[in-house]
Nanobody
Framework: VQLQASGGGLVQAGGSLRLSCAWS????????LAWYRQAPGKQREMVAA???????NYANSVKGRFTISRDNAKNTVYLQMTSLKPEDTAVYYC?????????WGQGTLVTVSS
């Protein structure tokens, strides 16, 4: 199983970015699809996630600004980020859990300038 994240870049505060994460391989069932981020010197934190029932969960710091979505036909999960702030600067990782294993993408860097 492989996850490939893309879409990061440099954006000014107040701007928007959309991250994508495509997965491939034998995934028979998905428990969790999620986006995490890790800022320099900080622990990795969950940003947004789908659970097995399709419900979404967001970190308080991104509620109302970020939206997680998925396209099962394309095996892709997205993170639409709006009203970006400098404190959103981090490496963003996608995660897939199939009830047995956590799979991680390679990370994509988002830098928000003030």
């Amino acid at each position: 199983v492989q996850l490939q994240a893309s879409g990061g870049g440099l954006v000014q505060a107040g701007g928007s970015l959309r991250l994508s994460c495509a997965w491939s391989g034998n995934i028979f069932s998905i428990n969790v699809l999620a986006w995490y981020r890790q800022a320099p010197g900080k622990q990795r934190e969950m940003v947004a996630a789908f659970n097995a029932l399709g419900s979404t969960n967001y970190a308080n710091s991104v509620k109302g600004r970020f939206t997680i979505s998925r396209d099962n036909a394309k095996n892709t999960v997205y993170l639409q980020m709006t009203s970006l702030k400098p404190e959103d600067t981090a490496v963003y990782y996608c995660q897939l859990n199939n009830y047995r294993v956590d799979y991680w993408g390679q990370g994509t860097l988002v830098t928000v300038s003030s």
